[in-house]
Every structure is written in C-alpha cells, then in structure tokens.
C-alpha cells in the first residue's frame, strides 16, 4: 500500500519508492507457529485487490531476479523464497523483502528465525537480522498492579526503578535481611487474600490463601501445553483418591487463557479443566489439597489482581516453539518463581536469576529437534511411567460425568503423530520440578529471598529496555531528552 501510495498517487519511480519502503519498514516475528505466517490464495488476493497484487507480482519478479543473479540455476532457494508461488502469496516473505531490518523476541527466537523459517534469507541478507527481546510496562504491572511491593522497594532502594527500572538490581542487597524477606512475604499473602476474595465475589469458590498459587496464564494453545499441566493435576487428584491423607502441599491452580473462537482443541482443554474442578469440588476432602479454578473472561484487570498474588509461574511451552512470552516477565517481577522450559524469554529469565532461583524441567530446543528426527513414539513414555498411564486412564474415565477419552487417542494412539506437543516426554521432568518446588515452599525464608532475587533480576525485562533497543538498532532515533541535551 505504501508503494502504491509513493507510485501511483505521488509520482516517484518505482526504485525511489521501494527504497523509501524498506528504509521505512521494519519487521518483527511473534511467532514461528505456521497458522500465524499467514498465506493468502493467489486468485482471491488478484480478486479483492487488484492493484495490490500486480505491485507484489513486480516486488516478487525484481527480488527474484536479484535471487537469480546471487544463485544462478537454484530454483529450490528461489521458490522458497519467492513471495507469491504456488498459488499463495506469502506474507511473511513479502515482510521480510520489504524490511530494513527483521527482528525476533528473544534470543532463542531469533536464532530460531535464522536457523529455520527465514534461513535462507539470512544467508541472503544476515546484517538485515537482529533481535529485541520483550519486554513489559513494569510500571503498570508492578508499580501500579502491586503497590505494597512498589513502596516496599522505594522504602529500600528509593523510587528511582519506577523511570529506571534496571535500578531494581539494587534490591539483591536484601537478599539476607530477615525483616524485608518477612515482608515480602506478608505482602504476596495480602495480595493473594486480595485474589481470593475477588474470586470468590466472581465464582463463589473459596480459595485458600495459604497453599501454593500455581499459575498458568496465556493464550489457550497446544505448544503452551496447559494440557501438561492438567495432566499432573489429575496424576495429583489420582493419588488423592487412593489416599485422601497423602502429606502434601495445599495447591491451588489457577488459569486464565482465551482462544480462538473456531480453535476446537482449545474449547475441549477448557471443558476439561472445568470438569475437573467440578469434580474436585464435590469432595470436601480433596478440595483441602488442591483446587482447580478456570477464571473467565481473562483481561487485563483480572491480571492486575492475580499477578502479585501468584508464587508460582507456569511458562511450560515445548521447546523452540514460544517466541517470548510475557506473562512470565510479569510474574516474575511481581515475585513469582518461573517453573518453565529453556524456550523463549524463560532462557533470559534463567540467565538472569542462575539455576537455584527458578525450576527448570524438560528437554531443550536441540533435545526436541533430535527426538523428532530419531522418532518420537510417546506410547513409549506411557508404558514407562504409572503416573502416566494413571492420568490417562482417568482421562478415559472423565470428570463430572463427561469422558474425556479423545485426550488418551491424541497423547498415546490418536491418527497421525500423538502427542505433538511431547506433554508425556517432558511430564516425568514436569512432575520432579514440581515436588521441588513444593518442597521448598514449607521454607519460607528460602522461598521469599528466591522471590526477591526474582525481582532484583527483572529490570532487564522492562519495555524501556525493549523501547531503547528498538530506537537504536532498527529505528535509529534519538530521544528528545539526548536531542535536547546533546
């Protein structure tokens, strides 16, 4: 539209306008989940936009040409990077072409990026590559969304984070001090009677502000594997059945996610947690040990409540398939320890705050690409642990009186690959993580100084970092500040 605009309304050559386009334009991935790298059918796009699509057809012809001329006789490389062939127009690879510079958002994204969808354009054009990870408005979901933990901070380090947010480092020096690991603590166990009683007001279920607040927050989507999740839930509910006195920790799990209204797998994940809570809930026995609740309607003032009030933050995704996330950031800059897969930002997040500050569990990228090639049978993993084989059978069997047997098919022996998200291959790692977690959560001490640690690392994690690597290594601006301050 931009070329259009630049050609046919204004007047400028086609070479001044395309220049003046990729100067202009610049393009950042979200995602390598193949729904989202959107193709368009070539006679509609002709259809609805004619004008439109004899520009894409001349983008397409010069860029190939420029292909032919650098890999003379290699039509693979150049169908693969063509924009418009086999009947589509590709709109990710008309983003790429048209762009001064093509970002991921975080560091294994990119890398990925380089490594697979965009591969030969990398080899093409590797200076045009960079990344920028994520980063949130740490002033909304920290300073505003938990204002006790804020004034704690401005009472230890002052409110300079708020406009500078990697001064949160400055907190690490009260990693030892007894008095603010003991507030810190009173302050979550505030804030999640905050999050109880607005749930109750919003569900009528009665939340136990003293067990573990197990959080899983994001889209609705296989490769986030809420499904792992819920699978260790009705391992734990299992157990309980068998033994109502088991000695465990209370654990309230907690997801708030939206789909895709035609995403029918996610409409079944979400029936299936429902029933299970429902389930739970008819038995006043194991209600005690663990509660499931579903919270509707997931929005931004639902978050601003829940967030400060999570201890514990699922980012669960297979490996290589999140290209950030944020809900992690937000969780762990409000204190919450990341249970999470070395995928997306969660690599950062490790970076940041060491093995001993958050729980690490599952394969890694290079781990899952090898079990892909080598064959991945997760009938295997089913035969090789009860636990497993438990929760699916309790699958088969259901909750509040509806089956869920199309579960077991697409884990163990459904139509083409079961289990593509490899919940039974990481379920093993997944549980051991937890029972550490649970562990260490009766140290309250050891648990509130992780939780701080998790907060002095998080300024990394701030969108003004984010903002400021945009403006200086793809958009090459200054700030009015620098500007007026030279």
């Avoid at 990710?92 to 030969?120: C, P, Q, W, Y």
């Avoid at 573990?212 to 819920?230: A, P, S, T, W």
């Avoid at 569990?361 to 899952?368: A, D, P, Q, R």
């Avoid at 295997?380 to 098919?409: H, R």
């Amino acid at each position: 539209e931009l070329m259009r605009l630049l050609v046919d309304e204004h007047g400028m050559a086609w070479e001044d306008a395309w220049q003046t386009v990729v100067k202009t334009v610049s393009y950042t991935n979200h995602t390598v989940m193949p729904e989202a790298l959107e193709t368009w059918n070539e006679d509609l796009f002709k259809l609805r936009l004619p004008r439109i699509y004899a520009i894409v057809c001349e983008i397409n012809r010069r860029f190939c040409a420029d292909l032919w001329n650098r890999y003379p006789g290699d039509w693979d490389r150049i169908s693969r990077m063509s924009v418009v062939a086999q009947g589509s127009v590709r709109m990710a690879n008309l983003s790429v072409v048209g762009s001064h510079m093509v970002n991921g958002v975080s560091r294994l994204h990119s890398e990925i990026l380089k490594k697979t969808i965009f591969s030969d354009f990398y080899r093409y054009e590797p200076d045009k590559f960079t990344n920028v990870t994520n980063g949130i408005a740490h002033r909304r979901w920290l300073c505003y969304s938990n204002p006790a933990l804020s004034q704690l901070l401005c009472e230890c380090i002052g409110d300079g984070f708020k406009k500078h947010p990697e001064q949160l480092s400055d907190f690490m020096k009260y990693a030892d001090d007894a008095s603010v690991l003991e507030r810190l603590g009173e302050i979550k166990r505030q804030n999640k009677q905050r999050f109880a009683y607005y749930a109750y007001q919003r569900s009528g279920v009665r939340l136990n502000p003293d067990s573990i607040f197990d959080v899983q927050i994001k889209r609705m989507h296989e490769y986030k594997r809420q499904l792992l999740n819920v699978l260790r839930i009705i391992s734990l509910y299992h157990d309980l059945k068998e033994n109502p006195s088991l000695d465990m920790a209370p654990q309230t799990f907690i997801f708030g996610a939206k789909a895709a209204p035609g995403y029918y797998m996610a409409k079944e994940i979400i029936k299936l947690i429902n029933s299970l809570s429902r389930e739970i809930e008819a038995d006043p026995r194991i209600r005690e040990k663990i509660r499931v609740v579903f919270m509707e309607d997931y929005n931004v003032s639902l978050a601003e409540i829940l967030i400060p009030a999570a201890d514990l933050s699922e980012q669960i995704s297979l490996a290589g398939k999140e290209a950030s996330g944020t809900s992690n950031m937000k969780l762990m800059i409000n204190g919450a320890l990341t249970i999470g897969t070395l995928d997306g930002a969660n690599v950062e997040i490790h970076e940041a705050v060491g093995d001993e500050n958050m729980y690490l569990f599952g394969l890694t990228t290079e781990e899952v690409d090898d079990l892909w090639k080598h064959g991945y049978v997760s009938a295997d993993y089913y035969n090789a642990n009860p636990k497993i084989k438990d929760a699916v059978s309790e699958l088969v069997t259901g909750f509040a009186g509806q089956s869920y047997a199309s579960f077991s098919n697409y884990l163990v022996m459904g139509a083409g690959v079961p289990d593509p998200y490899m919940c039974l291959a990481d379920f093993d790692s997944y549980y051991q993580a937890h029972e550490r977690a649970c562990r260490d959560y009766f140290d309250r001490e050891k648990w509130n100084r992780m939780s701080l640690r998790n907060i002095a690392s998080a300024g990394v994690f701030a969108a003004d970092r984010s903002i400021r690597e945009y403006a200086d290594k793809i958009w090459h601006i200054r700030s009015v500040y620098e500007k007026n301050n030279p």
